[in-house]
C-alpha cells in the first residue's frame, strides 16, 4: 500500500520524460517512465492520449505533478546582502531583476533562497530567475496532455533529495557534472544542500573530461573552498555519447551519480527525471516553486497519513471510552455487592430475633 504517489516531469524544449515513484510505510518505490520526444511536431491530443495509458496502466490519477527544469533554462544570482537588508529584502531584489535586463520586473517568475551567513552579519540570497511567459507555456502544454503542474522547480533540488536519501557523508562537498548534448552543469552541494551551480556551453574540442574537472575546479574556487579540501565527484550522464569518455581509467576516481540513486536496479545513468520526481513526492506548500502563487492550483490529493492518525486517535478514544464503560460498571456491580452484604449482616440477626 501506497501512501502516496507523485509524477515528475523533466522538461526540456522538445522532450518529456515523465516518472512517477511512490511512497509507502517503510520503502519508496519506482513505478514506471514514459519518454515524449517531438512534442513540438506532435498534436496535443495524441500526446494526452499517450500520457492517459501510461497513467491508465498504473491505475493514477495526475496529481502530485512537479516540472523540473534544467539550469540552462534558468537565469542564477547570488547576492550578499548585510542583515540590515532584511526588512527591504524584496525591494533589492527587485532592483537586482532590473539590472538582469532592460524589462519589467513582473515579466519574471522569481524564487528565492536565503541564509544567514555563517557570520550572522550578513544574508546569501540565491535569485532563480525565468519569463513568465516560458512558465505559462509549460503550465498549459502540461494542462493540454493531462498533467496539471503543481510546481515548477530545478532539477538540482531533486538531487539534493537524492544525496538526502543516500545517506552521504555530507561533511566532504559534492559535485555533480550534469553531462548533457550541448552543455554540462556542475552542481555543488555543501553540507548535504544544493547551494550553487555553473553552466558551461560545449563544443566538439572541449566534450572532454579533463575540460569538465576544470569547470569543477573553477566551481571549488567560486565556492571559496580551501585549496587542500578533499571533494566527491559524480556525473550524471544525460547524453550517451559520454559513456565512452567516462571509460578511461585515469578518472576512476569519477563516480556515477547512480551510485546513490535509491534504486539502484534501474540501468539509466541519466537520474534527472527521476530527481524531479522524488522531489514531487515531497512537496510542499512552501517547497520552492517557480509558478506565480496567483497561478497555482490546490492539489485535490488528500494525504492519508493524517487519515491514519485521525483513525488510529479514534480507535484509541473509543478503547478508552469503552474500558473506562467497563470499570464504571465493574465498580458499580462491587458498590451493590457490598451494599447488598452490609445490609444482609443487618437483617439476619432482626430476622433470627423474630423467628424466636
Given amino acids: 500500500m501506497y ?5 515528475g516531469v523533466l522538461y526540456q524544449e522538445d522532450q518529456l520524460d515523465i516518472e512517477v515513484v511512490a511512497r509507502g510505510v517503510t520503502e519508496m518505490s519506482f513505478l514506471g517512465n514514459l519518454s515524449l ?9 495524441i500526446l494526452k492520449s499517450e500520457v492517459e495509458e501510461f497513467l491508465a496502466k498504473l491505475k493514477l490519477k495526475p496529481e502530485n505533478v512537479v516540472v523540473g527544469l534544467s539550469p540552462d533554462q534558468i537565469a542564477f544570482r547570488h547576492l550578499s546582502l548585510p ?3 532584511e526588512d527591504n529584502l524584496e525591494q533589492v531584489i527587485r532592483l537586482q531583476v532590473m539590472n538582469y535586463g532592460p524589462a519589467d520586473p513582473e515579466e519574471f517568475s522569481i524564487e528565492k533562497v536565503v541564509q544567514r551567513g555563517a557570520d550572522g552579519k550578513t544574508f546569501e540570497v540565491d535569485l532563480y530567475i525565468v519569463p513568465r511567459e516560458k512558465i505559462r507555456r509549460i503550465i498549459d502544454l502540461l494542462r493540454s496532455i493531462g498533467l496539471p503542474p503543481a510546481a515548477v522547480t530545478l532539477t538540482s533540488f531533486g538531487f539534493e533529495r537524492m544525496i538526502g536519501l543516500a545517506k552521504l557523508d555530507t561533511a566532504t562537498p559534492l559535485f555533480l557534472a550534469d553531462l548533457d548534448l550541448n552543455n554540462f552543469a556542475v552542481y555543488v552541494f555543501q553540507e548535504g544542500r544544493f547551494n550553487y551551480f555553473k553552466l558551461a556551453w560545449i563544443n566538439p574540442s572541449n566534450k572532454d573530461m579533463p575540460h569538465v574537472l576544470k569547470e569543477v575546479e573553477r566551481c571549488a574556487s567560486l565556492v571559496r573552498l580551501p585549496e587542500d579540501v578533499s571533494i566527491d565527484i559524480y556525473v550524471n550522464v544525460s547524453d550517451a555519447n559520454w559513456e565512452e569518455k567516462l571509460l578511461d581509467e585515469s578518472y576512476s576516481f569519477v563516480r556515477y551519480a547512480k551510485e546513490f540513486s535509491p534504486f539502484p536496479d534501474r540501468i539509466t545513468h541519466n537520474l534527472k527525471p527521476l530527481a524531479v520526481a522524488l522531489q514531487s513526492l515531497d512537496l510542499k506548500r512552501k517547497s520552492f516553486n517557480l509558478i506565480p502563487a496567483e497561478w497555482r492550483e490546490r492539489s485535490s490529493t488528500i494525504s492519508l497519513i493524517p487519515t491514519f492518525v485521525l483513525a488510529a486517535g479514534l480507535i484509541l478514544l473509543l478503547g478508552l471510552t469503552l474500558t473506562r464503560v467497563y470499570f464504571q460498571e465493574n465498580a458499580y456491580v462491587k ?5 447488598i ?6 437483617i439476619s440477626p432482626a430476622a433470627s430475633q423474630a423467628s424466636t
Fill in 3 to 7: 501512501l502516496r504517489k507523485a509524477i
Fill in 37 to 45: 520526444s517531438g512534442i513540438s511536431q506532435k498534436d496535443p491530443v
Fill in 83 to 85: 542583515a540590515e537588508a
Fill in 335 to 339: 458498590m451493590l455487592d457490598r451494599t
Fill in 341 to 346: 452484604q452490609k445490609i444482609g449482616k443487618n
